[in-house]
Every structure is written in C-alpha cells, then in structure tokens.
C-alpha cells in the first residue's frame, strides 16, 4: 500500500497541470482598437474662469469657442474675445485672442457676442460693438483664414441708426439653400434679414421675428422645424443674474415663432423653457446666450452655454465669472429642454465624437 502522503501529492500535482492546462486554454481579450469611441465624463463647468457669450465652430476633428471680450483679472487677464479649442467639448485649451486689435469703426465699446461660421473657405466673425446704455451700438465683421485666427476687421455691417432697431447687438448667421441670413437683436425685438452672396452686407427688408423680451438670437433646424432660441431676464448680476434660455418653433425661418399653445412669440410670449438657474445657494446663476448646437456620434444633441457658479460669480476684479457649460438636450414631443431644465452639476457622460 502507498504512503497517503504520496497519493494525496501526485493528486495536488495532476489538479496543478490541470489548472495550468485550462487556463492556457482561456481565450485572450480582443486588444483594445485605438481608434473606438470612448465616452469620457465631465463636471460643469467644462471651462472657466470666463467665456461669455458662446459661439462655436468646427474645424474637422477640433471645436472652437468664441466668447465676449473680458477682463479675467488675476484669473488670466485682459483677452480680446478670447478662443479656446476641444476635440470632445469637454477638455478645453487656450488659444489666445481672435483680434490683435479693437476695430476702429466706432469710438468706443466692448466686443460682444461674437458669432463665428465658415463662409466658404475663410472664418466670418460677425460681433457686436457696444456699450452699456449705447444709444447706437452694432454689429460688424472680421475675417480670418483659419478658425484660430488671427481676425482682420472688414468693418461695419450696421448700426442700430442705420438698421432702425435700437439695441442692435447679438448677432447669429445662418445660410440655408444657399440665402445667407443675419438674426440679431436685444430687448427691443429680435430680427432677420437677408445677406448678400458674400455675407457681407444686407440686402432688402428687415423681418420681425419676436418681441422685446429675448435677445441672444440662435436657429436650429430639426425634424422640419425651425427653433428660435433666445436668452432672457438679467445676464451679469452675479449670483443675482436671472438669465434664462427660451424656445419658439416655426414651420418657416421667418416665423411665426410659437409656444407649445401656439402663442407667437411676436406678441411677447417667452416660448418653452430650456434652462434656467439652479434653485438654492449652490449650482450655476444665469445660465444663458447658448451657442451653436452640437450634435454627437450617437445623435445626441448638446447645448453650449454660460453660467456662473453661485459660490464663486465674480473674479478677484469684478467680472462676471460667466463660465462654459455644456449638457445633452432632451427632445420631450419636438420641443427641447435640459433635465429638470437646469444646468447639471454632478458627473455625465459626456457627448462621443
């Protein structure tokens, strides 16, 4: 008879071999493919200390964003519409400037509001000149050959004597079928007009598209409706600011721009809301002024916007610390609108590109 002791090791060995035998036997994960799609998350705000004002534009892989000219104080300084660039809208670099220099077409003011868009192979930037209280402020254009710049100003399109719309700042382009067209306009009604071949210069009759109530102008187009946003309420009070992003649709670019009752906007009435300030102490103050609506590898549609962190709503000089926010658009029965219709403040999967 054998030891136990010896029986019981060749046992352990053979389960050994066999262990070793089955696992070599395990199929091997497939590598990982370099070029996959990967969703990364992020946190509001995706950007800061300061980009007023949105516009953003791609560039083949690369977006850029354009913001309102600013102070950052100790934050970054004084930058002449600043322009920062992404790959996923969500990690952001600085580029610098678009403008070297303020344009000369007016004595005074700031340069608000930018709207940026590639006409045919050069970059429109379209921007307001204004101050605050300005009795005749507008809207001008710059051009560069790429989206970084730098811009060299073309000059005045309009002011708002020449228009005959007080206010004239906010401006948006939008082309379509080839008919260029300029949307503008702030607290003293929101209006269209066409371009010429150009774009730039206007041509023909002003068009009213909504009332007194919004400013910060955006078309967006989707499933044959035409989408008016806008921007209401206060936009640079601080954590105090009460601004708001509003929505109408119309079958037709000219409008009537409704509300899901059918009231016109015309008459006054806000739309639908999109977003609003987050309730209580903490979260984001008036989010607002949202750019140009991107849409990812999954058809998520995502709203580019500003807004100011309650806890922090200033820099150290006093500028609005208006900063980038980004979240996905929930589509409820062909109207637009965030979760809860506040800006999020918790980690999200973020858009796939």
């Known amino acids: 008879m054998r030891p136990l002791v010896f029986i019981f090791l060749n046992v352990a060995a053979f389960l050994s071999m066999v262990?070793?035998?089955?696992?070599?036997?395990?199929?091997?994960?497939?590598?990982v493919d370099d070029d996959e799609d990967i969703q990364d998350?992020?946190?509001?705000?995706?950007w800061e200390p300061v980009l007023a004002d949105p516009t953003v534009v791609k560039s083949g892989d690369t977006f850029y964003a354009y913001g309102t000219e600013d102070n950052w104080g100790d934050e970054g300084g004084y930058h002449l519409v600043p322009v920062i660039k992404s790959t996923d809208l969500?990690?952001?670099e600085l580029v610098g400037d678009a403008l070297s220099s303020k344009p000369t077409w007016k004595p005074e003011g700031g340069i608000w509001a930018p709207d940026v868009t590639?006409?045919?192979?050069?970059?429109f930037m379209y921007y307001s000149f204004s101050t605050w209280g300005d009795a005749n402020p507008g809207i001008g254009l710059a051009i560069a050959d790429s989206p970084e710049g730098p811009f060299e100003d073309y000059g005045k399109i309009f002011d708002s004597q020449s228009i005959g719309v007080n206010n004239s700042i906010d401006p948006f382009f939008y082309e379509e079928e080839g008919q260029k067209y300029l949307f503008w306009g702030s607290f003293r009604g929101l209006y269209m007009i066409k371009l010429t071949e150009d774009g730039k210069a206007t041509v023909g009759k002003k068009v009213r598209v909504a009332g007194d109530h919004l400013e910060a102008s955006y078309i967006f187009k989707k499933n044959g409706f035409y989408y008016l946003f806008g921007s209401y309420g206060s936009c640079c009070e601080g954590a105090n600011s009460s601004y708001q992003v509003w929505v109408g649709r119309s079958e037709k670019l000219e409008g009537p721009y409704l509300d899901k009752a059918g009231n016109k906007l015309?008459?006054?009435h806000y739309g639908e809301l999109v977003v609003k300030g987050n309730l209580g102490d903490s979260g984001f103050a008036g989010p607002g002024h949202n750019a140009e609506i991107a849409t990812d590898k999954e058809g998520t549609d995502w709203l580019i916007y500003h807004g100011m962190l309650k806890s922090h709503p200033r820099t150290n000089n006093g500028t609005n610390r208006r900063t980038l926010l980004i979240d996905p658009i929930l589509w409820k029965d062909g109207w637009p609108m965030l979760?809860?219709?506040?800006p999020s403040t918790k980690a999200n999967d973020g858009p796939v590109f």
């Open 339 to 342: 979760v809860r219709q506040e």
């Open 266 to 268: 015309l008459d006054g």
């Open 19 to 31: 262990g070793c035998s089955s696992s070599a036997q395990e199929p091997v994960p497939d590598p």
């Open 41 to 46: 998350q992020y946190t509001n705000p995706v």
């Open 118 to 123: 590639k006409v045919g192979d050069q970059y």
């Open 90 to 92: 969500i990690h952001w």
